[in-house]
C-alpha cells in the first residue's frame, strides 16, 4: 500500500483538476528520475502540497515552484519560508515567461558577451487536460532547459512515446520527439494520489535533444506542416495536405520522396516527414488556390 503523507489529508474533489500525490516511494524515484540536482536549478510545476517540494527544496540548488492555486501557493510560501532556496511563485505556468526567470539580469553580461542559460530542470504533476498545453509551452522555452519529468495519464504517455508506425503515434508524439528523446519510467496506480484519478500515471522523462538542425528544417514552417499532416487523423496523408499545395506539387513531392499518397501521417518517421516537406514549394504561392 502507499504510504500517505499526513501533511497531505484527502479532499472529496479535485480542484483545477488537481490529483495529490500521497505515495512517499514516489515521490522519491520522481526525484530521482531528475538525476544529481546539487549544482542545478529546478522548476516544479504544480506542486500542489509539496509532496516532492519538499524532497527537491533538501537537495536542489535552486528551486523555483510555480503553483495556480492561490491558497496551495500561501500556504507553501509559509512553509518554505525559512528555506532560503525555494522560492514560491504564484502562477499560470502557460502564462510565465521563462525569460524573466532564466534569462540574463540586467548589468550580469558585458558587451558582446554572450548569454549561456544554465540548463534547468523541470518536474511535475501535471493537470492531464493541458499536458500538450505545457509541453509546448516548455519546448517555446527549451534553450533554458536540460530535462522534464513529468506524470501524466498512462494513455498521454503512450502517446509521447509511441513511434511512427503505431496507432498511438500523431502529433504530440511527433512533436515532443521533434525536441527530446522520450523515456517512460515507471507507472504508478490511482491510489498514489488523493483523491484517485480514474486513470493510471505515468512518469516520462524527456531530455531534450534539438533535432531541427540534423532534419534541415526551419522551426516554425515544419512544426505547422506536422499540424496539416495529422490535420484529421483517419484521413491519409494526401488528403490532408492537399488543400495547401497544388495538387502536382503534391504528387512530385510524394514521388521523390518515395511516400505513397494514401499513407496517413502516423505511418512516417519524422526523417521521412520532414525529407516530404523539404520536397514541397516553401513559398505562400504553392498552396491549393480556394475553391
Known amino acids: 500500500m502507499p504510504k500517505v503523507s499526513a501533511a497531505a489529508p484527502h479532499r472529496s474533489k479535485p480542484k483545477l483538476g488537481q490529483h495529490y500525490l500521497v505515495d512517499d516511494s514516489a515521490a522519491i524515484r520522481i526525484v530521482e528520475a531528475l538525476g544529481d540536482i546539487s549544482n542545478s536549478t529546478v522548476l516544479e510545476i504544480g506542486p500542489g502540497r509539496g509532496a516532492i517540494t519538499s524532497l527537491l527544496a533538501r537537495s536542489a540548488r535552486r528551486l523555483i515552484a510555480i503553483e495556480l492555486d492561490r491558497v496551495l501557493a500561501a500556504q507553501l510560501r509559509m512553509n518554505f519560508s525559512l528555506t ?17 526567470l532564466f534569462g540574463p539580469k540586467p548589468g550580469s553580461t558585458r558587451p558582446g558577451m554572450e548569454f549561456r542559460p544554465e540548463p534547468v530542470k523541470v518536474v511535475g504533476n501535471i493537470p492531464y487536460y493541458i499536458t500538450s498545453d505545457i509541453l509546448l509551452r516548455l519546448f517555446q522555452y527549451r534553450r533554458f532547459l536540460g530535462s522534464i519529468v513529468l506524470m501524466v495519464q498512462k494513455e498521454v504517455a503512450d502517446r509521447i512515446a509511441a513511434p511512427a508506425g503505431k496507432s498511438e503515434y500523431g502529433l504530440l508524439s511527433a512533436t515532443a520527439q521533434l525536441y527530446a528523446r522520450v523515456d517512460k519510467l515507471f507507472t504508478l496506480p490511482a491510489d498514489a494520489f488523493a483523491p484517485p484519478p480514474k486513470v493510471q500515471s505515468t512518469v516520462v522523462r524527456l531530455t531534450l535533444t534539438d533535432r531541427l538542425e540534423k532534419l534541415h528544417v526551419p522551426e ?7 499540424k496539416l499532416a495529422f490535420g484529421q487523423k483517419r484521413k491519409t496523408l494526401w488528403n490532408n495536405l492537399k488543400e495547401n499545395y497544388k495538387p502536382d506539387a503534391l504528387r512530385a513531392a510524394l514521388e521523390k520522396s518515395g511516400i505513397k499518397a494514401n ?12 525529407k516530404l516537406f523539404l520536397k514541397l514549394p516553401q513559398s505562400p504561392a504553392s498552396k491549393a488556390d480556394p475553391r
Open 263 to 274: 499513407v496517413r501521417a502516423e505511418a512516417l518517421s519524422l526523417e521521412e516527414t520532414a
Open 84 to 100: 532560503p532556496n525555494v522560492e514560491i511563485i504564484e502562477g499560470n505556468i502557460l502564462a510565465i515567461d521563462f525569460s524573466t
Open 220 to 226: 516554425l514552417e515544419f512544426v505547422d506542416f506536422l
